[in-house]
C-alpha cells in the first residue's frame, strides 16, 4: 500500500524568498541529509509535539 496523499511540509529558504513546500516521501529521501530542523516555540507548539519544530532546506530544490 502506498500512501500518495501524504507529505511533509518544509520551508525552502532561497536568497530572496522563503517558500512553503510540501515534498513526498520519495523527495524527502533525497534530501534528508540537508535538511535543518529548527525548534519552535509557539502558542500551536504548545498543543502537539508534531508542531513543535520544522524541517528548511537552504537553496532551491529541483524536484
Not at 511533509?8 to 529521501?29: A, F
Request: hydrophobic share 40%; aromatic share 12%.
Amino acid at each position: 500500500m502506498v500512501d500518495f496523499w501524504a507529505g511533509m511540509g518544509i520551508l525552502e529558504v532561497r536568497e530572496d524568498q522563503i517558500i512553503e513546500r510540501t515534498i513526498s516521501q520519495k523527495q524527502y529521501e533525497k534530501i534528508k541529509d540537508k535538511l535543518i530542523k529548527i525548534k519552535l516555540d509557539t502558542e500551536i507548539s504548545k498543543i502537539s509535539s508534531n508542531f513543535s519544530w520544522i524541517y528548511v532546506y537552504e537553496g532551491q530544490l529541483d524536484f
